[in-house]
C-alpha cells in the first residue's frame, strides 16, 4: 500500500478522537482515542505493525522531537513567569514530591525500573512518555513498555474530575467576594503587547519567515543531539534549554513553531511516534501493568497534591486553588483552558462572575500546566531515564 493511503488511514484516527475530545470538552483526550483505536487493531491484527513504519510518519516525528522540545522552551513568556512565580513554585513544589514519591514507594513495592517508568509520564504530557518510552527501549526493558503507555493514557480521568470539584469550590469563593481577583488576563496581554515590540537578534522580515523560524528551531535541535553525544547529558535537556536561552536572548519569537505555522503537522508526526511505541506491547503486558500503574497513580497524584498543600501554606494560597494548579500536570493545555472556562460558566451567575472566575484562574492555570507538562516534565524524564 501507498505511504499516503497508509498515513491517511491514521490521521482518520487522529481525527476521529479529535472529534470524541471537542465532542466531550477534552474529558476524552484524542490521544486517548487514538492509542486505544491502534493498540486494539495491532492485538486484533486487523492493523499489521509494519503499516506503521511504512507510513514514514514515524521516521519524521523521530527527527522531529528534539526540534518540538526546542519550541517547547519558547512557549513561556520570561516576564509571565516571573508575574506568576509564585503558581511556577507551587506547581514545581508539586512535582518534586510526586517524582519523589513514586521513585521511593515504587521502588518499594515493586522495583526501580517501574517507578522510572511511572514518574516521567505522570508528571507530564506527550514528550515525557516519549522519552520514557524510547528510553525504555533502549535499555532493553520492553517489558515495562505498557506502564507508561497505561499511565499516559488514564491521568487525564484523574486530573480533570479532581480539579474540577477544588475549582467549583474556589468559584463560590470568588462570586461571595472571599478571594482578591487579580486581573490577570489584562497583564497577560500587556506582556504580549510589549513582547511584540521588543527587536529580536535577527530582522524583523527575517522572523517573519516560516522558513527562516524552522532553521533556528533545527539547528537548536541539532546542537542539543550533538551535545548529547558530547557531554552524556540527554538531548532532551539541552534542547529545553536552548529554547529558554533563545527566547530570553532574544534569538527566538515567542511560541516559534507556531509562528512558523508548522505545530499541527509537527504534532501529527509526534502521534506517529506514540502510535509505534505500541509496536511489542501485547495485551497481557497491559493487563501486568494495571496493579503497579495503580500505585503509581495514587502514589504520583497524592504527592502533587501533598506539595500543592505544602505551596500554598508557604504562599498563602487557597488550597482550593493550589491544588488543581499542580494537578494541571496530569493534562496540561487545552485541558486546563477548557476546565476553567467551564467553571467559569457553571458558577458564575451574571458575566461579571464568570469574568472574575476566569481573571483568577486562567493564567495560574495555565502557568502550571505549562510549567509541568512543557518544562518539569521533559527535565524530570530525561534526568530519570538517564538513570537506567
Request: proline share 4%.
Amino acid at each position: 500500500m501507498e505511504p499516503i493511503f497508509l498515513a491517511l488511514i491514521f490521521i482518520a484516527i487522529i481525527a476521529v478522537g479529535e472529534v470524541i475530545s471537542i465532542g466531550s470538552r477534552a474529558r476524552i483526550p484524542t490521544l486517548l482515542v487514538v492509542v486505544a483505536t491502534v493498540f486494539i487493531l495491532l492485538q486484533t491484527g486487523i492493523l499489521p505493525e509494519s503499516y506503521i513504519a511504512a507510513s514514514t510518519f514515524v521516521a519524521v516525528g523521530g527527527v522531529l522531537v528534539p526540534v518540538l522540545i526546542v519550541h517547547l522552551g519558547t512557549m513561556i513568556p520570561f516576564k509571565t513567569m516571573m508575574q506568576q512565580y509564585q503558581a511556577v513554585i507551587i506547581t514545581l513544589i508539586g512535582l518534586a514530591f510526586s517524582v519523589t514519591a513514586v521513585i521511593v514507594l515504587v521502588t518499594l513495592f515493586f522495583d526501580y525500573e517501574t517507578a522510572v517508568a511511572g514518574a516521567g509520564p505522570i508528571t507530564g504530557g506527550i514528550i515525557a512518555y516519549i522519552i520514557t518510552a524510547e528510553g525504555l527501549r533502549e535499555a532493553g526493558l520492553t517489558a515495562i513498555v505498557a506502564v507508561p503507555v497505561t499511565v499516559f493514557t488514564i491521568q487525564n480521568f484523574f486530573g480533570m474530575p479532581l480539579s474540577s470539584i477544588f475549582l467549583s469550590r474556589y468559584a463560590k469563593k470568588i462570586c461571595a467576594g472571599e478571594t482578591a481577583a487579580t486581573l490577570v488576563d489584562a497583564t497577560t496581554k500587556e506582556v504580549e503587547i510589549e513582547s511584540n515590540q521588543k527587536r529580536h537578534l535577527l530582522p524583523k522580515a527575517f522572523m517573519e519567515s516560516n522558513f527562516i523560524l524552522l532553521f533556528l528551531l533545527f539547528a537548536g535541535g541539532a546542537i542539543a543531539v550533538f551535545l548529547d553525544g558530547l557531554t552524556g547529558i540527554n538531548a532532551s535537556l539541552w534542547a529545553l534549554a536552548i529554547g529558554v536561552t533563545g527566547a530570553a536572548l532574544r534569538i527566538y519569537p515567542e511560541r516559534s513553531m507556531e509562528k512558523a505555522n508548522s505545530s499541527g503537522i509537527t504534532m501529527i508526526a509526534l502521534i506517529f511516534v506514540v502510535i509505534n511505541s505500541l509496536i511489542g506491547v501485547t495485551w497481557g503486558q497491559i493487563v501486568a501493568s494495571l496493579l503497579p500503574v495503580m500505585v503509581i497513580m495514587v502514589v504520583g497524584i497524592t504527592g502533587l497534591m501533598v506539595g500543592a498543600i505544602i505551596g500554598a501554606k508557604v504562599f498563602k494560597w487557597d488550597l482550593n486553588k493550589s491544588i488543581p494548579v499542580v494537578l494541571t500536570a496530569l493534562y496540561g493545555f487545552p485541558g486546563d483552558y477548557l476546565i476553567v472556562e467551564e467553571i467559569s460558566r457553571s458558577v458564575g451567575q451574571t458575566e461579571a462572575e464568570q469574568k472574575r472566575i476566569k481573571d483568577e484562574l486562567l493564567a495560574p492555570m495555565l502557568i502550571g500546566g505549562f510549567t509541568s507538562v512543557t518544562v518539569g516534565s521533559v527535565a524530570m524524564a530525561s534526568i530519570l531515564i538517564s538513570t537506567l
